[in-house]
């Protein structure tokens, strides 16, 4: 039986342009703001053009399937489900849907922010049509499952972002949706509550409901998904079996230049009153365009960031994670050292040496925290990069290569005997 069926969906934004002056007076402002009431043109400086976040995107999902919908920023991901669960409408298209929908898509998503955390989890029932007969016997075990008993008369504007996530997540999972829509939302939870979410969405799936999950962590698609969507652009570029999605996607980011504009990524960053990144810079090989870096020479990388109120067990960190989102690597800048930073300007440099990841396509993920209390900036700041070799150098016996993901010294003792 179909859930889920999209045919020919497009969404169109217009965008603005303004043209910039170099500069401009009060006197010129006034007197062009009066022509343009005296007269019927519309101002020759803005400019509008067609925006498609998604452009002529069809597909099915069956009942019970667990979809992972993967793409690069920008794909039309967020989009899509935005229009699935009836946020947004789409310009262009036709969704069927067969079940009531809950989704998890922003923090925050469907709670009124003056209701108690009580009220909220019987304003969501409703809203699915669900009695009040039925929520009060799902009740408990939502609350159990968000972990927020000692706040749950207190009204959710005042919860901590984390805390936001698991009630909504447990709500959504707990009142027996027959589609459960999930965006990258749950990276704002901490490891053990997204493992917790991870087993849920399995659970749900086995009870024949069906999942929607956006993630950029590979490893999690491949974990829950049995089928996967891929985004370009708003084009749908591939779907099908899990894996043979999830590994075009792998060569999609091999075969690009993989520029990273850091500036943009901290920008966008939410804002933490007692730290910011202020720059982040990756010394480059003459490897080709993009993070490409020649896996016998080392990556130098320099974290620079303020912090704005003196803490102890304040931490900076740096994550290396394989195409399948498993952690390998994991450093931090003052391992063991819990005395409190003083306020000022600092860098960190962190050095990779070469020769120890071998020839692949990695994630580094970089965040801030303070240890037993909070991390900063959640999802992180991430970017892919890619170790190429230079030459043979990663060859056994001319033609094989080395397998595994590092190089380790290990030291061999040859005696003839």
């Not at 698609?221 to 099908?240: D, E, M, S, W």
């Not at 007692?274 to 982040?280: L, N, P, Q, S, V």
Request: hydrophobic residues 40%; contains cysteine.
């Amino acid at each position: 039986m179909i859930a889920i069926k999209v045919e020919n969906l497009s969404k169109k934004y217009i965008i603005s342009h303004q043209k910039r002056e170099r500069y401009t007076a009060l006197r010129d402002v006034l007197a062009r703001k009066a022509k343009e009431i005296f007269s019927s043109r519309k101002s020759p400086q803005i400019t509008t053009e067609d925006f498609y976040a998604l452009k002529d995107v069809s597909f099915e999902v069956q009942c019970g399937d667990r979809i992972g919908i993967i793409g690069r920023n920008g794909a039309g991901k967020s989009t899509l489900l935005k229009i699935l669960s009836r946020i947004t409408e789409p310009t262009k298209g036709r969704v069927t849907l067969n079940g009531r929908v809950a989704s998890l898509l922003e923090v925050g998503t469907g709670f009124h922010p003056e209701l108690t955390g009580r009220e909220n989890i019987f304003l969501n029932g409703a809203i699915l049509g669900m009695s009040k007969a039925e929520i009060k016997r799902k009740f408990d075990e939502i609350v159990a499952f968000a972990e927020t008993e000692k706040f749950l008369d207190t009204p959710v504007k005042y919860y901590s972002s984390g805390m936001y996530v698991r009630l909504a997540f447990a709500v959504a999972a707990h009142l027996e949706p027959e589609i459960l829509v999930v965006d990258e939302v749950l990276a704002v939870g901490d490891a053990q509550f997204q493992k917790k979410c991870m087993n849920k969405m399995g659970s749900v799936a086995q009870e024949g409901r069906t999942v929607l999950f956006v993630s950029h962590n590979i490893g999690a698609i491949r974990k829950l998904c049995n089928k996967a969507v891929l985004l370009k652009n708003g084009k749908l570029q591939a779907q099908g079996e899990v894996s043979e999605v999830v590994n075009r996607y792998i060569c999609d980011i091999e075969n690009t230049g993989m520029e990273t504009d850091f500036a943009a990524i901290i920008a966008r960053l939410p804002h933490e009153p007692a730290f910011k990144f202020t720059g982040i810079e990756v010394e480059k090989h003459d490897a080709g365009p993009g993070m490409r870096f020649i896996y016998t020479k080392d990556i130098n990388i320099a974290l620079k960031y303020e912090v704005m109120e003196a803490k102890s067990k304040l931490f900076v960190v740096l994550e290396i994670l394989d195409s399948e989102g498993n952690v390998l690597v994991e450093s931090f800048h003052n391992p063991r050292d819990l005395n409190p930073v003083p306020k000022g300007a600092y860098v960190s440099r962190a050095v990779l040496p070469g020769g120890f990841l071998l020839p692949r396509v990695y994630e580094v993920r970089i965040y801030a925290g303070i240890f037993g209390e909070r991390d900063f900036f959640r999802p992180p700041v991430s970017f892919v990069m890619e170790t190429v070799h230079d030459g043979a150098a990663d060859m056994v016996y001319d033609t094989r290569p080395l397998q595994g993901r590092f190089v380790l010294p290990v030291k061999w003792d040859n005696v003839k005997l």
